[in-house]
């Protein structure tokens, strides 16, 4: 291991926190082979320390966090926290005492109730001394106690104004938020974070920066981070520990430990795309969101804009200003309360608000990446890329179609049906649920067949820096950030000519990130794809893109 000059203050120094000894484990994969995913021969955290986890995708940071959780076996060595040593043979027992004394916020996972926003801090509170997450009764003193510690809890977060809104109906900022208060609800020893700061914006993040430095100052949390953001490191980490291909390599001075990992950054690509006619266009847009209880979450006024073919366009605003909503309505996936919005595909203009043929045909030129996407858990690589050309290939569709008219399926009835294969799969079947229809409508019309996997598709792998041999894993079987590039490719692989990626950046590393978005930029290039990408990574949007549009208080504007 490579040693950089530390500078952890003296009074840091002080009791061990956690202590790793020969650290080894690995993930057996389906196909019969397995994983090395860490490798750690020593590495110590004193009691109060705040140490940033740095590294490529796939370099071991989510398992080393959840190993410290206590929620991760291991196959060799000795891994003590806060006093509980755990090894391969450890019994239960000494894995939920861990899990009593740690919390963990894991990346773009939120695990939250499905209640209102304060009752999900409520519960945590509970289970900090009942180790269940229960809520009392309202109108007990016990709910009113909690109720009161909890709103502390949000104002912390920034998040008070939201207590009595749903839980669901929060951006991914707001659900990030909501997820830091509830694990400094459980007053844990040691906090892991797992990639807070990439679903937010600037101005959240610092929130976050802040608000786990109090929680490390004030409340005396040992705190354990991953971030892919340097920034984040140097706002927050006393130290930094890099990791590569689950060894460590290096521990000591951020700035240190961030160059030698950002050395290995390759040069940026000049994007050179011909620009051609309008494709999308919003005209007069209106769209507003309530709920009850919680009153009005949204409301988008007077939207107007239009995007040119080959166009790499960026859309950026505050956690919650309505970047994700802009971008369903854009996808056809929402529609506007008034207004249109319009794209072209194929020479002809489509109106998404009507239902029908033409909608369909524009519908297979589409390629989104939701925030919130999730690969099904069950699903193998190969299956999910198979279903993903299936699903927007003309021939496909057109049979789709056949066996829907002989369903009795009108025209328009089938177009909603389709748009729904453009949505995460959860949120699928609810909406079909509403149209009194089961998920399996859409395996019914378009039947499970295998399609072969292309020279072109392997290039788009490699090109997002994925290899071939992900191909025969599951999707649980991923790293985050080897997720995220799976879902970029599968966005890309049917070659749209509509690209809508919202916050496709946040689960990788700088160096990972610089191929991804040479890669974005060569594709662009090569194929004239309209590119919408929604990203709290401002500095990157803006060097990728043509143009800027920004969301403020429900306007949008052009950055000029
Ligand atoms: N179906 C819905 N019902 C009620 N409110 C909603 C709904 N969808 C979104 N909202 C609200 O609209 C606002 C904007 O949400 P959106 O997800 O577009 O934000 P965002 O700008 O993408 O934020 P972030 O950067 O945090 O992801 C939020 O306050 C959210 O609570
Ligand atoms: N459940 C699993 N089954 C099989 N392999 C896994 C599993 N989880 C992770 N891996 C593999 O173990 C290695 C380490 O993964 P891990 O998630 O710890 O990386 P990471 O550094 O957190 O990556 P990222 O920055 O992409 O989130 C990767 O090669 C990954 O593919």
Known sequence: MHRIRSTIPLDLRGERMIKIENLVKYFPLKSGSSIKAL????????????????????????????????????????????GIELTPNSERDKFREVRKRTAIHLQRSFGLWSEKVVQNVIRALYYTIWGDEVLPEEDTSLYEELYEKAMKLLELVDLKHKAECWAEVLSGGEKQRLVLARQLAKNPSILLVDEFGTMTCPETRRKCIEILRRANEEMGVTLVFSSHMPEIHKELAKRVVLLDKGKVIASGETEDVLRKFLSEMEPSFSKRSKIGKDNVRAD????????IPGGKTLELEDVVFSIKRGQIVGILGRSGSGKTVISRIIAGLELPDKGKVLVRTDEKWVDWSTFGNESVNARRKIGILHQEFALPYWAKVRDLISYRIR???????REAEKRATELGISEKLFDAIYRM?????????????????????????????????????????EGLDLSLEILDRYSHELSGGEAVRLGIALAVMTKPDILILDEPFGDIDPVTLRKVSNFLKKFNSINGTTIIIISHQHDLVR???????VIKEGKLYEES
Not at 55 to 78: C, P
Not at 444 to 458: Q, V
């Open 39 to 82: 490798d750690i021969s020593e590495l110590e955290i004193k009691k109060g320390e705040r140490v940033g986890l740095l590294g490529k995708s796939g370099s071991g940071k989510t398992t080393l966090l959840r190993i410290l959780r206590g929620v991760e076996h291991f196959d060799e060595g000795k891994v003590i926290i806060d």
């Open 284 to 291: 007069r847009v209106y769209k507003s969101y309530y709920v």
């Open 391 to 397: 699903i927007k290939r003309e021939e496909v569709v």
């Open 421 to 461: 294969t453009d949505l995460p799969k959860e949120e699928a079947e609810i909406r079909l649920m509403r149209l009194g229809l089961s998920y399996n409508i859409i395996k019914e019309l378009f039947p499970e067949a295998e399609e072969s996997i292309t020279d072109e598709i392997h290039e788009i792998l």
């Open 543 to 549: 060097e990728m893109a043509d143009r800027i549009l």
